[in-house]
């Protein structure tokens, strides 16, 4: 009935609530899931797993934003300076995919045969989650 109550509706904008993260839980033992909803930190860690665990351009049901390189260091005789500059940049690139996680730091690797081992700290809007990850 009031116009101007109308005009003031449509020019505020919405704000759009930020949803929490939402993921059904992996049993990565047995490779299947549990049935069980997790959320927040628990489910950013189980993005990162699964992110680093995918290789990225190798699966046509994930985008190409998915997944890592980081086998792509494997089994290659590079210097270890290069391995660890370039595993920090791919895992950088790989997690900084999902909108929950601000950075990465202390990022630590080592190769040992055909493994790469890494541990790092993930920062999200959750807290601080430690990862360690064996490619």
Not at 61 to 76: A, C, F, H, P, V
């Amino acid at each position: 009935m009031f116009p101007f109550d109308i005009e003031d509706e449509e020019a505020m904008p919405e704000i759009e609530e930020e949803k929490e993260l939402e993921e059904y839980e992996v049993d990565f033992e047995s490779g299947n899931l549990t049935g069980r909803k997790i959320s927040g930190k628990e489910a950013v860690k189980q993005w990162i797993h699964i992110a680093l665990s995918i290789d990225r351009y190798h699966y046509t049901q994930y985008s190409w934003e998915y997944g890592s390189e980081l086998r792509e260091l494997i089994g290659k005789h590079y210097d270890e300076a290069y391995i660890v500059t370039e595993a920090k940049r791919m895992v950088e690139e790989a997690v900084m995919q999902n909108e929950k996680i601000t950075g990465i730091r202390d990022f630590k690797c080592s190769m040992k045969c055909s493994t790469l081992t890494m541990s790092f700290t993930a920062e999200t809007i959750y807290g601080e989650i430690e990862v360690s990850e064996n490619v």
